[in-house]
């Protein structure tokens, strides 16, 4: 059974991600690379990696963002952001989605869910929603895009969007590369986070 792992925001691409993030990288052509090798250090050529929303900001070019596609290892699941150009929050973002399966994305959806591992042999596994956007929270001053979020219902959300803003907050996780030293992380790490906030621990 492949690994699976989690990640967002990793803005491809994007000039200014680094000043805006206080990222410590000197380039966009830098923060790529240090970020496809600290991915395929952890994640192998069988494994499953979702991410969480955008993934890509540079020019629209496709072969660039099939070339860093291709170079990740493992199979990959893009859950659209909103600087990804076929988000719902994008004029005609459906028209789109074909740009990111021919780069190499094996599915491209707005929100889906997933099974984590129990964290002890008799717990229950848990399901849990994938989005790029929090519940509730944003990184600008405002919450943007309440009409695309989903509807808090219980469940733990896994999530990007705040980028460096926190860990964890209320019942979400966010996996966003600046809060994990630019590295998906696996969901057995995820499960015990939650398990660990949920004990008080």
């Not at 000039?15 to 380039?27: A, G, K, V």
């Not at 019942?171 to 790490?189: A, C, I, S, Y």
Request: charged content about 20%; glycine content about 8%.
């Amino acid at each position: 059974m492949p690994n699976v792992f989690l990640t967002a925001d990793e803005h491809h691409g994007h000039h200014n991600i680094n000043r805006l993030c206080d990222r410590p990288f000197e380039t966009s052509e830098h923060a790529t690379a240090e970020i496809v090798r600290r991915h395929n250090k952890v994640v192998g050529p069988g494994d499953l990696t979702f991410h969480l929303g955008d993934f890509w900001f540079g020019p629209r070019d496709n072969g660039r963002m099939a070339e860093t596609v291709t170079s990740l290892n493992g199979e990959h699941v893009l859950v659209l952001g909103n600087h990804d150009r076929a988000s719902v929050t994008e004029t005609n973002g459906w028209a789109h989605q074909r740009s990111y399966l021919d780069a190499g994305f094996t599915a491209v959806v707005d929100v889906a869910t997933l099974t984590l591992p129990a964290v002890k042999a008799s717990a229950t596994p848990r399901r849990v929603l994938l989005s790029h956007f929090p519940y509730t929270a944003d990184h600008m001053d405002n919450a943007r895009y309440n009409q695309f979020r989903v509807r808090d219902e219980g469940r733990w959300l896994i999530h990007g969007h705040v980028h460096n803003l926190y860990t964890v907050r209320q019942r979400g996780v966010n996996v966003g590369v600046d809060v994990w030293d630019f590295t998906p992380v696996n969901v057995h790490e995820v499960a015990r986070l939650i398990a660990d906030t949920e004990a008080g621990t």
